[in-house]
């Protein structure tokens, strides 16, 4: 056999996972439906290391709308600030649930990142590297999948949903890739078998034998992606059951809001509890160059029933201690409102939360000036946050792999966690 | 009659400290008031005859503490309503006698900006100073919880519809403060417009949310005696947010215009058989902020987020004037309110530049 990819094997990573999705419709494995997906479930909980649950506010929160308000300053905006029960902590009055959970909080008021705009933001405070390095880093989720998540699991070990990363695992390979939900926390369509049982055992058995009898062929990563992610998804089918909300969400509803992203946070507290390592939920609408304020406070409604609802269930079944939140986005954004009411990009000094397992809640890091125009105090770049979370979350932030055969590392040379925020 | 066709610009009265957000001419006076995002409301008293140098702002009425959503004046011009994102309506005597001074640099702003490009070249510009009596005293209706985004004014200055970011409409009487009927809409106020025989309120109402499935936009017409939808149309305005309605003199016409950062379409509307009709060209490019009617009962004018102000005909939807250019590029300051004199002649225009613009039809 030819050491050689053959042409044809060069397959692209995304037409990969595309096609895996439509490949596995209908696959569906003889026990599906029965009990036994709890039962692994259960067991991979109790194998599970810390979690981590990322908030992701896609588009670029305001941190002068939410955590480092400026009342009274030209850049202060119509919000007005309320006091939490954290000293020198004032929230958004429109957070005033989220102020009422304060002391669970780590607010990092200091962030000073490098990549400005949406995909290089996105990819960078997924990474903590920048977009264009040639090295595919892995996505935070995809690390904390490899370090903290038990491939044996029938659950997937990062899965996502909404609007979130777009680096996938990089380096780390398919077996880390994530698992996408729609936008509500739905599973994809092919999650529903079209055959009857006995037929869909036979059809996956025949389907198991020709890929078998084509991997003594094809070696390329592509088809290994391919057979990885099929054999991932037909395990996912035993524990479908986990991703079922419906059960829950009448009780559930109130407190967390009847929104994408108030379903898209129970059902992270539940794949948590369930044994997943990390789980990301993406909350849209927060690039507002325009009508930056409608358009915050329309989001705080819903973040400020979803976000503490989450961290008190959690809190309630002795899941926060061993589960990091992080609320964050790629961007903050800037202090001076634009002539279209709007807030544009910004990077020099904004805000991100971390509140849960590993973090000593109640405490402000870091401060900007007056108008919040530059970091004051205790600047944290991208390689320190993450070097935080890795800490926090008992993995080796200079834990070194190999792109090919370049040594590379989980976070830039340099990063150090950042110890107050530390339990 | 003034000649609509012939507009003038007149003076431009400074107010840089932050954007002039509402405008209103006093009854038949020559007081006109404009309120800004800070919660200022100031008033000038404007000569009989157009020309000379603008003329400088008499009062301060202080109050709000946040933004200064609409003003309002009863006929006889003795009572001004004010609403504000802090939540309130206040109601100022407009014969109320200042109890202190203060002194005010009406362009600070621009001076401030100035002096930080001073090495660039930039020339600062000389302080135009201004001491204004300040009033302390008004009346507040705290009715809403929410940001006050809408205010109307019954043509009897007896009754007030107000609405805001909750979804709250609330009618009410001016020499009481007492409410008459409440009631709620799915989503924000964001328009609001009562009908000259009381009987209907046109409520635009959104929740801005771009991609999620929470997102929202309506147009119904209410009943307001029972406050239960008369004509629901939401269908006919699907997706779209208005941001400002009026009826005409007779009722006969409602004007809605398409607000947020969009097509600012106007549309006319029959309010009486609850149908959509013509949609007016040319539209206000980025959104539609204000529409008020001429006191003849067969104009009106409407503002945008494109700096420009348009006359328009209702009972042919055919453009008479137009008030200002676009000030060039993307996205350059809106005009936020618009208010017609008593006598027709003259209309000021809140520029979110920091000015209140005074135009004027010769006769």
Sequence with gaps: ?423 | MPDLTKPTLVWTLTWDADWVTAVAFLGSSRRVAAGNNLGGVLVWDLPEKPGGDPPKPLLKLDGHTNCVSKLACTPDGKTLLSSSYDHSVRLWDTAARATGEEKLVLNATAIADAERRKSNGAKVPPPIPATVGVVKTSQVFDGHKEWVTALELSRDGKTVLSGDDGGHVVLWDVAGKRVAKRWQVKGWVAALALSPDQKQACVGERVPLVFDSGRHAGLKLWNVATGEVAFDLSAEFKGQHLGAAAYSPDGKVLVVGRGGESEGTLTLVDPVAGKKGKALAPIHQYGATDLAFHPDGKHFASAGRDTVVRVWEDATGKLVSELGKPRGGQFKDWVHAVSWSADGAWLAAADMAGAVQVWHFAG
């Design chain 1, 1 to 423: 056999m030819s050491p050689l990819c053959r042409a044809g094997e060069h397959l692209s990573r995304r037409a990969f996972l595309k096609g895996a999705a439509v490949t596995g419709g209908g696959l569906v494995l003889p026990n599906w439906g029965g009990l036994a997906h709890a039962r692994s479930a259960a067991e991979a909980a109790t194998k599970a290391k810390k979690r981590c649950i990322l908030l992701w506010m896609n588009g670029g929160a305001s941190q002068i709308d939410t955590f480092d308000m400026k009342p009274g300053r030209p850049t202060g905006g119509p919000f007005r600030p309320i006091q939490t029960k954290v000293t020198g902590l004032q929230v958004c009055e429109y957070l005033p649930k989220v102020a009422a959970v304060a002391d669970k909080l780590a607010v990092i008021r200091s962030m000073k990142t490098h990549s400005p705009d949406h995909p290089d933001g996105i990819y960078h405070m997924h990474t903590c590297y920048k977009m264009s390095e040639r090295t595919p880093h892995p996505e935070l989720g995809a690390v904390i999948a490899k370090f903290n998540g038990d491939l044996g699991s029938d659950l997937p070990t990062f899965v996502r949903m909404g609007s979130c990363g777009n680096a996938g695992a990089g380096y780390l390979g398919p077996a880390h890739e994530p698992f996408s939900l729609g936008r509500e926390g739905k599973l994809g369509a092919f999650t529903s078998p079209y055959l009857a049982a006995d037929a869909e055992m036979k059809r996956a058995e025949l389907f198991r034998f020709v890929e078998g009898e084509f991997a003594a062929d094809h070696k390329a990563e592509p088809f290994d992606s391919h057979r990885t992610a099929k054999e991932r998804a037909w395990r996912l089918l035993r524990a479908k059951a986990v991703f079922d909300i419906s059960k829950e969400w009448p009780a559930a509803r109130e407190r967390y809001g009847d929104t994408d992203f108030g379903r898209g946070c129970l059902m992270a507290r539940k794949l948590v509890e369930a044994g997943v390592p990390f789980v990301e939920v993406g909350h849209e609408n927060y690039d507002s160059h325009a009508d930056n304020f409608v358009c915050h406070k329309a989001n705080m409604q819903h973040l400020d029933l979803a976000w503490p609802a989450l961290l008190t269930d959690l809190a309630d079944r002795g899941l926060l201690q061993d589960t990091l939140v992080v609320w964050m986005g790629e961007v903050g954004r800037t202090p001076q409102i634009n002539n279209r009411a709007g807030r544009d990009h910004y990077i020099r000094a904004w805000t991100i939360v971390l509140s849960g397992g590993g973090i000593r809640g109640g405490q402000v890091y870091g401060a900007t000036d007056a108008d919040g125009k530059d970091v004051r105090d205790n600047p944290v770049s991208e390689g320190d946050l993450f070097a935080t979370i890795y800490k926090a979350l008992g993995i080796n932030h200079r834990a070194k792999h190999l792109s090919g055969v370049r040594p590379v590392w989980l976070t830039p040379e340099g990063s150090q966690p950042i110890t107050e925020l530390l339990g």
